[in-house]
C-alpha cells in the first residue's frame, strides 16, 4: 500500500533555530501533500496544500514566512519552521494524495520541541 | 463548506463489546467520508473510505461504516471490541471537487476495557 515517509520523528532544539521536516511518497507519486498542526488532545488542522512546482496555499492564519513548504518534486516536500519559538512546539503531520480524490496517506508525524 | 460532527469526544466499552462512534457531516455536495484511526505519536491510518459506491463500507480490522443521506451520518462500528482497538478515531469529509482537501472531525478516543 501507499507509504508516507516523514523525517525526524522527534526534535527537541533552542529557540530562534529553523527545523526542516521532510514528508516523502516512498511507493506512489503525490501530486499534492498536505501540513497539518495537532495540539495535544485536538483534532489536526490544515496549515497549507503543496502542490508539486508550485506555491504552497496556506490556511487563513497560517503565517507563510514562519512556515516556509517547498514541493520540489512528486515524492518530496518539506516543512521548514523558522526561527522557532516555545509557541511553535507542537506535532506536525504531513500527508500525501494522488490525483482524483484518492484518500491522503500520513507520515508518522514530528514531535517538535523548542526550548 | 464542509463541517464533521463527532459526538462523544470519550467512549469507553467492553472487549467482545460493539464499537458505535457516530459522525455526522454538513456538506453542499454529495461528499467522499473518512475514517481514520491516529495511534499515541503516530500519523493517521486509513480505515475506511466511502466514495459514493456502496453505502455499507467494510474497513480494515473488522470496522465497517454505513453513509446515510437521510441522517447526513456515516457511523463506525464493529461487532466485537479488542483491546488493540483502543485509539483516537476522526472522521473526515472531502468535497470531491476539491482537490482532496480534508476537514476533519474533533475526534473520539476509544477505550476498550477487560
Known amino acids: 500500500g501507499a507509504v508516507v515517509s516523514q523525517h525526524p520523528s522527534w526534535v527537541i532544539c533552542k529557540s530562534g533555530t529553523s527545523v526542516k521536516i521532510e514528508c516523502r511518497s516512498l511507493d506512489f507519486q503525490a501530486t499534492t501533500m498536505f501540513w497539518y498542526r495537532q495540539f495535544p488532545k485536538q483534532s489536526l488542522m490544515l496549515m497549507a496544500t503543496?502542490?508539486?512546482?508550485?506555491?504552497?496555499?496556506?490556511e487563513q492564519g497560517v503565517e507563510k514566512d514562519k512556515f516556509l513548504i517547498n514541493h520540489a518534486s512528486l515524492t518530496l516536500s518539506t516543512l521548514t519552521v523558522t526561527s522557532a519559538h516555545p509557541e511553535d512546539s507542537s506535532f506536525y503531520i504531513c500527508?500525501?494524495?494522488?490525483?482524483?480524490?484518492?484518500?491522503?496517506?500520513f507520515g508518522d508525524g514530528t514531535r517538535l520541541s523548542i526550548l | 463548506a464542509q463541517s464533521v460532527t463527532q459526538l462523544g469526544s470519550h467512549v469507553s466499552v467492553s472487549e467482545g463489546a460493539l464499537v458505535l462512534l457516530r459522525c455526522n457531516y454538513s456538506s453542499s455536495v454529495p461528499p467522499y467520508l473518512f475514517w481514520y484511526v491516529q495511534y499515541p505519536n503516530q500519523g493517521l491510518q486509513l480505515l475506511l473510505k466511502y466514495t459514493s459506491a456502496a453505502t455499507l463500507v467494510k474497513g480494515i480490522n473488522g470496522f465497517e461504516a454505513e453513509f446515510k443521506k437521510s441522517e447526513t451520518s456515516f457511523h463506525l462500528t464493529k461487532p466485537s471490541a479488542h483491546m488493540s482497538d483502543a485509539a483516537e478515531y476522526f472522521c473526515a469529509v472531502s468535497d470531491p471537487g476539491g482537490g482532496n482537501k480534508l476537514t476533519f472531525g474533533t475526534g473520539t478516543q476509544l477505550k476498550v476495557e477487560l
Open positions: 503543496s502542490n508539486e512546482g508550485s506555491k504552497a496555499t496556506y
Open positions: 500527508s500525501a494524495g494522488k490525483a482524483g480524490n484518492q484518500p491522503q496517506h
